[in-house]
Every structure is written in structure tokens, then in C-alpha cells.
């Protein structure tokens, strides 16, 4: 890999898994380098106050943020799950819609789950959650639990008495699947404007700090890799843009999604 100080460059991301994933990008890209301090210093404008056009940019910036979001979920639910995941819905009797409030009490779940489970306060429950708007606008919560034995419907009930759980294995047909089939659940009403900005700056998304996380490769490769009909599951290219003096510049992106392959061809 080239470096220019501590700046570095890339044209290829590799993301492993249950299976590979292999970004080309037709422009290089440097990362490594810090940000100027009269951008970082910047000062910040209250979404109230911003301008329509500002508005309109924040609202896309936020569904961006959140679509890219189900795909770093999805990865990491790849690349945890096992025999012993299971998917589990909580939600509230009453019609609840503060999230504070919400998130108060997932957390305080996550904890007796955890010490039902493990007998011990430190954590070792592994698991991804996120909340979601029902249709009558209650708050309810979806939770991929990894490496958890049978919990007992009874002590589930215990440790939520706010309303409904439901506790289900997951069980899809094809491994490379389970992670895109999961993290469906996780991109509702992101297209909402008015959700968006009613819930600005409100943790959506929790995640376990014992995760087993993704492989990450960059590299910087003269030509695109060359890969074989049979190892390929899906290959896209597609347009992406970058911001060069007043307008915008097209270039190539190729996306290839691979069975599991560690190798640098």
C-alpha cells in the first residue's frame, strides 16, 4: 500500500464474513489524514435554525448513515451467528413512544437477561438490538441474541413485564442470507423524514462489546481481481460520485459478493 506520510491510499475494500465482499472503486482513495482544524472547529447549526437546503441535506444524510448502518449490522450478525442464535421481539403494552424512556428499560432487560443467563453482573450476553415504530406508534424492540442456550418463556416474561416477548430460532435456507434476511428489521422507517427528525441524535442501534467483528482488507491494485463464475453469489457495478471544484465527478464502482475466500487473488 502507498503512503504519503501518514496518508495512505486504497482502490479495493475486502470485507470477510460468512463470506467475502469485494469493493473496486475505478478512483483511489486516501484515508489517514486529519481534518483541518478550522473544518473541525466549525460551528455547529441547530436543524431548527439550518436553512431549508440544509434541512434537505441532513434528513438524505441521515437515511445514508442509516441504510449503511443494516449493512454493517448485517455483517456482524454474519459473522457472529451460530446454532444457538436466536431473534427475539419486546414490546410495550402501553403506547409508548419516549425513548428515553424505552431505552431505559431495554437496557435494564439486557442486564437481568444477562445475570439470569450468566449468573454474574459482568457482561457476557452477546447481542445487536434496535427499536422500531409499531403502526399505532409504540416503540418496540428486535434483538439477535448469539451464543445463548434455550431461555425459558417464563423468565422472559420475568424480566419484561411491560408487555408482549417473543422468542424465536432463526432458521434461514442459505448461510449467506442470514444476515441481509435479519437486518430487514433494522431499516424501518428510515425513510420518514419526519421520524428522522423527531428522533435526530436518539440511539437507534446497541450492540454488545464482545462482538466478533468483520475482516477488513484495503489495498491498492493496478488492475480489478479476476474471480470464477462458480465462487461468485452476486457482481454489480455501479456509479459513484465524488464533490471536485463546483460539480461532480462520475467514477466505477464494482461490487462483488463471493463464498468465503481469504485469499489474494
Known amino acids: 500500500m ?13 470485507i470477510e464474513t460468512s463470506f467475502t465482499e469485494v469493493y473496486e472503486y475505478e478512483e483511489v482513495t486516501g484515508y489517514g489524514f486529519t481534518r483541518p482544524s478550522n473544518e473541525t472547529n466549525r460551528e455547529y447549526i441547530k436543524f ?3 436553512s431549508y437546503e440544509e434541512k434537505s441535506k441532513r434528513v438524505e444524510r441521515m437515511k445514508k448513515y442509516h441504510r449503511n448502518e443494516r449493512w454493517e449490522l448485517g455483517r456482524l450478525i454474519d459473522a457472529n451467528f451460530d446454532h444457538r442464535t436466536s431473534f427475539l421481539t419486546l414490546t410495550f403494552k402501553e403506547n409508548i413512544d419516549d425513548i428515553q424512556k424505552t431505552n431505559y428499560e431495554f437496557n435494564k432487560f439486557i442486564k437481568r437477561l444477562n445475570y439470569k443467563i450468566y449468573k454474574s453482573k459482568e457482561a457476557k450476553l452477546k447481542y445487536i438490538g434496535v427499536w422500531e415504530l409499531q403502526k399505532r406508534g409504540a416503540i418496540h424492540y428486535h434483538i439477535v441474541l448469539f451464543s445463548v442456550p434455550k431461555i425459558p418463556y417464563k423468565d422472559l416474561k420475568e424480566i419484561w413485564p411491560h408487555g408482549s416477548v417473543n422468542i424465536k430460532k432463526i432458521d ?3 448461510r449467506e442470507n442470514i444476515g441481509r434476511y435479519i437486518s430487514k428489521y433494522f ?9 428522522l427528525v423527531k428522533f435526530m441524535n436518539k440511539k437507534r442501534v446497541f450492540k454488545s462489546k464482545n462482538l466478533k467483528q468483520p475482516k477488513v482488507r484495503l ?20 456509479t459513484g460520485y465524488k464533490k471536485v ?3 461532480y465527478q462520475e467514477y466505477r464502482i464494482r461490487y462483488t459478493k463471493l463464498k468465503h475466500r481469504s485469499d489474494n487473488k
Do not use: C, M, R
Not at 502507498?2 to 475486502?14: C, D, Q, R
Open 2 to 14: 502507498f503512503k504519503h506520510g501518514k496518508l495512505k491510499y486504497y482502490n479495493t475494500k475486502i
Open 48 to 50: 431548527e435554525d439550518a
Open 172 to 174: 434461514v435456507d442459505q
Open 187 to 195: 431499516e424501518k422507517n428510515i425513510d420518514d423524514p419526519q421520524l
Open 219 to 238: 489495498e491498492l491494485n493496478e488492475e480489478w481481481k479476476t474471480f470464477s463464475d462458480d465462487e461468485v453469489l452476486f457482481q454489480k457495478t455501479y
Open 245 to 247: 471544484g463546483g460539480g
